[in-house]
């Protein structure tokens, strides 16, 4: 076990960071230390908010949390103040989610306060947006109250199983049935959530008994649509959609110089930057080596005050190696501008003695929750330490410690694992704990294999 857990006076600011990134440290220490009253108030916070960075890719923390709150042998303090926001009115969707999930494990452990709640909450949801319908009907997203209502049903199919999902479905009928059809209701959460959980031909049976058809989501990439130059430059020319992005950068790929060329020029000229970033986007999978492209023009590019256009500009620099961009990038970083931006520039030009430099850059990131630049450099640095022998090592231990994002942490550890870093008994030990169970399997699966020199395969 760390040297570290063993003191006695480690601050609940501290701890704090521990479990706002879902470390296993945050048990370690509970497990270590005499008094662990001072933490009790962090802990409720972690219960009340969520810590989550990425909330489409990283586990509910709900567990993690309860974990940590068995410890202090006082859940009903706890619970009292979880139902207390979880009946007050939010707007917010990833937080009622982590609330939800909160109750769901207090209700998993036995607490029958916690399961009227969610129950109530349930019912009340589903008053609303059966009472609402016709209003729900005419919107092409889902109301805050639909995304509620199928988060909570979810949680309680969870706890009481198919039962559950059989009421569900006779209570909701006429809203399912009144929304069939619909973009939202063919890729429900809630239907998609439920196949996993009992089967798809079994929640399909009890659907068609109901008189409810529903059409399994299809994860298949749609029909390719081929584009003309003339149909490419009139899309620029609007605000595109998710899918009308990708589609302009694959006309990139297989367009010819000449048509790159004409729609570079477009970019260059273009005065309106939301259009000139849609030009820009065209680029993002071309090569310097084409001949179109220009560093000094996507330079440029990147130091104008839009975010899209900024973005797209360093995310083509960051695929291109190059004097030009090296030069840039270390530029910047003396600057101490763009910082995360241009650590990934530094990284895909990387030499070796640049590592002082690296390691300097990386630890000024300001992290926090409303910043994504020390994200996508955290990665580049990682990447850059699984590829390329030279880079600074100890970099990883740092990333360990710092990341928000639990999900990422997880590549981070397999790197540890990988580079066998000095720091890999504490960590792994840690990672027994962790808020993510992919890293905490991982962990107890390479403990027993670590010591194998045969064993590479991480």
């Known amino acids: 076990m760390s040297e570290f857990l063993y003191k006695k006076n480690i601050t609940p600011k501290y701890f704090k960071e521990k479990i706002k990134r879902g470390l296993g440290s945050a048990i370690l220490i509970l497990r270590s230390v005499y008094n662990i009253e001072q933490y009790k108030e962090i802990v409720l916070w972690a219960t009340l908010n969520n810590t989550c960075y990425c909330n489409t890719t990283e586990d509910y923390r709900g567990n993690y949390i309860f974990e940590i709150i068995s410890y202090f042998n006082d859940n009903y303090y706890f619970e009292t103040e979880l139902i207390k ?19 769901y494990c207090f209700a998993k452990s036995g607490s029958s306060m916690a399961k009227d709640t969610l129950y109530k909450k349930y019912h009340d949801l589903s008053e609303l947006v059966l009472n609402s319908k016709q209003q729900i009907h005419l919107k092409e997203t889902p109301t805050i109250e639909q995304k509620m209502l199928e988060e909570v049903c979810i949680w309680l199919t969870s706890l009481d199983g198919f039962d559950a999902l059989k009421k569900i479905i006779v209570d909701l009928k006429q809203y399912f049935l009144y929304n069939h059809g619909k973009e939202h209701f063919k890729a429900c959460w809630f ?8 089967s798809e031909k079994r929640v399909l049976k009890i659907l068609q008994k109901n008189g409810i058809f529903y059409e399994p989501y299809d994860y298949k990439s749609p029909p390719e649509k081929r584009y003309s130059l003339q149909e490419i430059i009139a899309l620029c020319n609007t605000q595109l959609s998710w899918q009308e992005r990708f589609d302009i950068r694959k006309f990139g790929r297989t367009a010819t110089n000449k048509e790159l060329l004409e729609l570079m020029q477009r970019m260059i000229i273009e005065k309106n930057l939301d259009i000139k970033a849609n030009y820009l986007g065209v680029f993002e999978d071309v090569s310097f080596s084409s001949n179109v492209l220009c560093v000094r023009d996507i330079i440029e590019c990147s130091k104008i005050n839009h975010k899209k256009l900024k973005s797209i500009a ?42 002082e430099l690296l390691s300097k850059s990386v630890k000024k990131l300001k992290i926090s929750y409303a910043s994504f630049e020390w994200h996508s450099a955290f990665m580049a640095v990682n990447s850059l330490i699984e590829e390329n022998k030279n880079a600074p090592l100890e970099l990883l231990e740092y990333l360990y410690e710092q990341t928000l994002c639990s999900d990422c942490r997880w590549f981070i550890v397999r790197n540890i694992v990988k580079r066998k870093l000095q720091c890999i008994e504490r960590i792994l030990k840690e990672c027994e704990y962790d808020c993510e169970y992919d890293t905490r399997d991982f962990a107890i699966k390479i403990q027993k294999k670590i010591l194998s020199p045969h064993d590479s395969k991480f």
């Open 85 to 103: 926001k979880y009946n007050a009115k939010t707007n917010n969707i990833n937080d009622f989610n982590h609330l939800t999930n909160m109750l």
């Open 191 to 198: 239907f998609e959530n439920a196949f996993r959980k009992f």
């Open 314 to 355: 360093y995310d083509i620099l960051s695929e291109n190696a190059c004097e030009d961009v090296y030069n840039y990038a270390v530029g910047l970083i003396n600057s101490n501008v763009d910082l995360g931006y241009a650590i990934e520039l530094l990284c895909k030009n990387y030499k070796k003695s640049d590592a």
